[in-house]
């Protein structure tokens, strides 16, 4: 119990960056939570840790700073990023104290709920072989570095696609089976961190695990939607888009869904 209640620590104090700027709730503060929840995780259970859990907690050390640090850089260095998030929905100037600590418990319970499958996985006590990969194991982690490598790769091309042509939409790469890679990269990723404790869980313990998994695939769906809404905004007149965003899903590939914005319960 201790140990949870260090977890929610790291990720309350981490997350709370957001009441400096709002938007680091969701962004900044999303990342290094994620970051310090798997360096907690290795401390806090050091005597149980195997190859297995090891890699895993890497993982999300290196997706956690490499999401965190790619968000900061993006949000001082791109201006077209400033003009989209800009003023008061940066800052948060204009949202009530009472909004931002809900937000702020919102954030770091998600965050937690997100990561306590490979938590509930550490704490059982270490009884098999330090190098022993049982098969939840060997799926959460190949689903989690596909997951991370999809990301890294979808933010290339389209940095890569932007730089070439910056009033185009991104239809190459990845971008050609999904309309958002790099989310289903994040699906991916909290898919295979889920896998990884499926042999461990209490009843309890998969209730918070199976909240995580729904509350991070909404966000993805909730995020596909805005960036639909925005590329409509900018593209709608482009006969090119009209026909690249009615062949390739939005999100899932191979999934006939092409259009999120019909609904409504994805406002967020």
């Keep these: 119990m201790n140990e949870y209640l260090i977890l929610t620590a790291v990720s309350l104090l981490i997350s709370a960056i957001g009441f400096r700027y ?7 503060g999303y990342g ?28 999300l050390l290196i997706y ?30 204009t949202v009530p104290f009472g909004v931002k600590v809900c937000i702020w418990l919102s954030c770091a319970f998600l965050y937690l709920c997100m990561t306590c499958p490979l938590a509930f996985r550490l704490e ?17 982690l190949v689903l989690m570095f596909l997951g991370i490598l999809m990301e890294i790769i979808a933010d290339k ?10 009033g185009r939409f991104v239809d190459t790469g990845l971008y050609k089976f999904v309309r958002c890679p790099n989310y289903l990269g994040e699906l991916l990723l909290w898919t295979g961190v889920f896998v990884t404790g499926v042999n461990m869980m209490s009843s309890w313990q998969w209730i918070f695990s199976i909240l995580g998994l729904i509350l991070i695939t909404y966000v993805m769906f ?11 905004k900018s593209y709608a007149k482009d006969p090119e888009y009209q026909k690249y965003v009615s062949t390739v899903p939005i999100l899932i590939p191979f999934l006939p869904l092409y259009s999120v914005i019909k609904y409504k319960f994805l406002v967020a």
């Design 32 to 59: 290094f939570s994620i970051a310090g929840l798997a360096i907690a995780m290795v401390i806090l259970y050091l005597p149980n840790l195997t190859l297995p859990t090891i890699i895993m907690c890497s993982l």
């Design 124 to 140: 059982q006590p270490k009884v098999q072989d330090f190098l022993h990969f049982d098969i939840p194991s060997i799926v959460g």
């Design 157 to 166: 091309q389209k940095a890569k696609a932007k730089k070439l042509n910056p």
């Design 222 to 232: 909730s995020g596909a939607r805005r960036l639909e809404v925005r590329q409509n």
């Design 22 to 28: 709002y938007i680091h709730f969701f962004s900044v």
């Design 64 to 93: 956690g700073v490499r999401l965190g640090g790619f968000l900061l850089y993006r949000e001082t260095k791109s201006a077209t990023y400033n003009q989209r998030v800009s003023g008061d929905i940066k800052d948060g100037k």
